[in-house]
């Protein structure tokens, strides 16, 4: 299994945000699980891969060249590959990936996170791939509205409202996606879903 993370670039404000991607980068080293996530050595994307590292766990990382450029590309990731664009890093990141989970993050975290929600929903994951959010102290909690508001009002099936794994802490986080089972779900695009 290989995990993707997507988190913020940024580390929020609130301590335990940090604390969280701490957590979460110590318990995937210990568990033998390679974290895959966006490259970079700035928020919670560098806290993340920086506690994965010290703990001896395996970290790759999908930069697109101009952030690289930029400075905020990780130097010591264990694999670092660059990419031409953010739609080829996403590509990459899911296709080297088994799992995905979004920590704390702004737009791009949420952009990311509804992107591989969607692609399971449509089917494009083959075999199917879960996707996680780290709940670190309710900071999902109007996400999680915003889907429920969706469902009510008929613009999200309730299969599909359950594709997405919640835990408050990385160890149940991890502990619910090794528990995983693929719901049974039609996709949006068969015969009668119009």
Request: net charge negative.
């Amino acid at each position: 299994m290989r995990l993707c993370v997507f988190c913020g670039s940024s580390s929020g404000v609130r301590p335990i945000y940090t604390q969280a991607a701490k957590s979460l980068g110590a318990l995937l080293a210990s568990r033998g699980i390679p974290l895959v996530y966006g490259g970079g050595k700035v928020g919670l994307m560098g806290v993340l891969a920086d506690a994965v590292l010290a703990a001896q766990g395996r970290v790759v990382g999908v930069i697109p060249r101009f952030l690289l450029e930029r400075e905020v590309g990780h130097g010591g990731v264990s694999e670092l590959h660059v990419v031409g664009t953010m739609h080829d890093r996403k590509a990459l990141m899911a296709s080297l990936s088994s799992a995905f989970v979004a920590l704390p993050g702004g737009l791009g975290t949420f952009e990311e996170l509804c992107e591989v929600l969607t692609w399971s929903i449509l089917g494009l994951h083959d075999p199917p791939k879960p996707c996680a959010l780290l709940n670190t102290d309710g900071y999902y909690n109007p996400l999680l509205k915003m889907f429920d508001q969706a469902l009510a009002e008929g613009f999200l099936l309730p299969q599909h409202r359950h594709v997405v794994v919640t835990a408050d802490s990385p160890e149940e986080l991890l502990d619910s996606l090794a528990a995983w089972q693929p719901p049974v779900v039609k996709k949006w695009l068969e015969p009668g879903l119009e």
